[in-house]
């Protein structure tokens, strides 16, 4: 168990549909980082956070925005949902801001079928 | 971030070590390099980092080259729940995941 928490676990939603992704991070981590799996383009950075600012992009869409919350707590929308956006998303978690030396931390994942 | 090179797969018996290259011949010299891996979509795991000098941890040997141009991830004794993707990173200021080298441990 990383101590990095996604929720759900699993969402089927419909094209065109806006859905919210949830993570929390491992306790005292300050950094959030979000990735996409697709079957055809393996994993990606989307993006990240450290304590509530965004500190780093990706190729993250414009449909997609992702803010980290007080508690640190981050969330990732999608909107405007595609057939191609059915992927497995991650968040990972890390204490530090600064990639030298710095371990991410990731979470179980969050499989979304979009039909 | 400079660019890695890896097998696209291996195999190794069950017990024996498994012995994972990388080519990162690019390198800079305040770049760390990463070992992660991911069994069957799950999220994946750290295993090790090095900068400069080998390193070993509970899960594995991370040995670099003197000029750091390549490096090898060392399981000293495969299961077979190390059946994995295994990822080699050299880390700028992101993660960059290519293919990786999917090892299979068998029996």
């Known amino acids: 168990d990383s101590g990095v928490t996604q929720t759900p676990k699993h969402l089927i939603t419909a094209t065109g549909q806006r859905v919210t992704l949830r993570c929390s991070p491992r306790s005292g981590d300050l950094s959030v980082y979000w990735y996409q799996q697709s079957l055809d383009q393996g994993l990606q950075f989307l993006i990240q956070y450290y304590n509530g600012e965004e500190r780093a992009k990706g190729n993250i869409l414009e449909r997609f925005s992702a803010q980290q919350f007080p508690d640190l707590h981050s969330e990732l929308n999608l909107s405007s949902l595609e057939l191609g956006d059915s992927a497995l998303y991650f968040c990972?978690?890390?204490?530090?801001?600064?990639?030298?030396?710095?371990?991410?931390?990731f979470g179980a994942g969050t499989r979304l079928s979009v039909l | 971030d400079a660019k890695t090179t890896q097998p696209t797969s291996m195999d190794c018996a069950e017990g024996r070590a498994a012995n994972l290259p990388c080519n990162h011949s690019?390198?800079?010299?305040?770049?760390?390099v990463y070992w992660y891996r991911q069994i069957h979509s799950q999220g994946p795991q750290y295993i090790i980092h090095g900068l400069k000098n080998n390193e070993t941890n509970e899960m594995a040997s991370l040995i670099i080259t003197e000029d750091r141009k390549s490096s090898t991830l060392i399981l000293p004794h495969a299961t077979l729940r190390d059946t994995a993707v295994y990822y080699c990173?050299?880390?700028?200021?992101?993660?960059?995941f290519g293919a990786g080298t999917i090892l299979r441990v068998k029996s």
């Open positions: 990972a978690s890390s204490p530090r801001v600064e990639a030298w030396g710095n371990i991410q931390y």
């Open positions: 990173i050299v880390r700028g200021n992101k993660l960059v």
């Open positions: 690019t390198i800079s010299g305040n770049e760390y």
